[in-house]
C-alpha cells in the first residue's frame, strides 16, 4: 500500500473519530446537565458561613427560603443567621446561594428550620425545629406555660417577644413534649427532627401561616413537586456515581454535598435586642 492510500486513510479515520465526539457527546438531558455541573460545584455555602462565624462561640443558621430555576438547572438558598451575643441577639438574612440539585434535595424538608448551630462553642448539624438549639428551655430568653388543656407550651420574655415570630412558634408552639423528644433521642446524635407529623419544616412553613413571604411559598404545589422529583432523581444519579466531594458539611453522615457557585455573606437586617 502506497502512502498516499495510508494518508487518505489517516484523514478519514481522524474526521470521522471527531465527528463522532461532536455529534454523540452533547446531550441536553437533565442527568447530563447535572453530570456536567458536577466538575464546577464547589465548597457547601455551609462550610463558608460556619468559617466566616468561627470566632462566635454561639450561633444558629436556618433555611430561610429555597427557590429553583429548572430551565436552567439552578437550586438556590437563603440562610438565617442568628448570633448571640452577651446583651442581645443579632439576626440577619444572606444573600442567595446556588447549591447542587444534591445539597437542594438534602434539605428540601427543613426550610425555617435550623440546620446548623454552635452553643458554647459546640457544632451541631442536625436539623431541629428553630430555637430549640439555644434559645427554647434557656431560662435566659422565657419560661415554660401551660395552656388552658394542661399543654406545656414555651413563652419568651417580653424583650424577646420578637424570637415567637422569627421561629414560627406563633403558628407552631414549641411544645414541651416536643422539646422533650428533640433532646431525648435527637440532639447531637445527627438525626434530624421534624416533631410528630412533620409539624415542623418546610410543608409547615409556608408564607399563608407565618406573615412570611417567601418565593418557596408562593410556588404552585406542582412546580415544588416536579422540584421535589427532580432533585431526588439527580442525588440518586450522583450517588450510584460515588464521588468523592471534598465537603466538610454533612447534614447526617453524607459528605455529598457541594454548590455550584456561591456569592458573599452579607448583612440584610440589623440586630434585635435589648
Known amino acids: 500500500m502506497n502512502n498516499n492510500i495510508i494518508n487518505i486513510i489517516i484523514v478519514l479515520l481522524v474526521g470521522f473519530i471527531v465527528f463522532k465526539t461532536c455529534s454523540g457527546g452533547s ?21 463558608e458561613l460556619i468559617r466566616q462565624l468561627s470566632d462566635e462561640p454561639t450561633y444558629s443558621i436556618l433555611l430561610y427560603d429555597m427557590d429553583a430555576d ?11 443567621v442568628i448570633i448571640e451575643k452577651p446583651d442581645t441577639v ?27 448551630s454552635k452553643k ?25 406555660r401551660r395552656d388552658s388543656g394542661g399543654n406545656s407550651f414555651w413563652e419568651f420574655y417580653g424583650r424577646y417577644a420578637f424570637m415567637s415570630s422569627m421561629f414560627n412558634m406563633i403558628a407552631y408552639p414549641a411544645r414541651y413534649s416536643y422539646w422533650n423528644n428533640y433532646y431525648g433521642g435527637y440532639y447531637g446524635t445527627g438525626r434530624s427532627y421534624y416533631g410528630p407529623n412533620n409539624y415542623y419544616g418546610t410543608r409547615s412553613y409556608t408564607s399563608s401561616n407565618t406573615g412570611q413571604k417567601t418565593n418557596w411559598g408562593s410556588r404552585p404545589s406542582s412546580f415544588k413537586q416536579k422540584v421535589r ?33 456561591s456569592t458573599g455573606y452579607r448583612s440584610r437586617s440589623g440586630g434585635f435586642g435589648k
Open 90 to 116: 443579632m439576626a440577619r438574612e444572606t444573600t442567595w446561594y446556588d447549591v447542587s440539585p444534591v445539597e437542594f434535595e438534602q434539605h428540601i424538608d427543613d426550610m425555617g428550620m435550623t440546620i446548623v
Open 27 to 47: 446531550s441536553n438531558s437533565y442527568e447530563d446537565r447535572s453530570r456536567d455541573r458536577l466538575s464546577e460545584w464547589r465548597k457547601s455555602p455551609i462550610d
Open 120 to 144: 458554647n462553642g459546640v457544632l451541631h448539624k442536625e436539623t431541629s425545629p428553630a430555637g430549640y438549639d439555644n434559645y427554647v428551655g434557656n431560662e435566659k430568653y422565657g419560661q415554660w
Open 229 to 261: 422529583n427532580n432533585v431526588a432523581r439527580s442525588a440518586a444519579a450522583s450517588s450510584s456515581r460515588s464521588y468523592s466531594s471534598g465537603s466538610s458539611y454533612s447534614k447526617t453522615s453524607r459528605n455529598d454535598s457541594r454548590s455550584s457557585s
Open 70 to 80: 429548572e430551565s436552567e438547572d439552578i437550586y438556590r438558598h437563603q440562610y438565617r
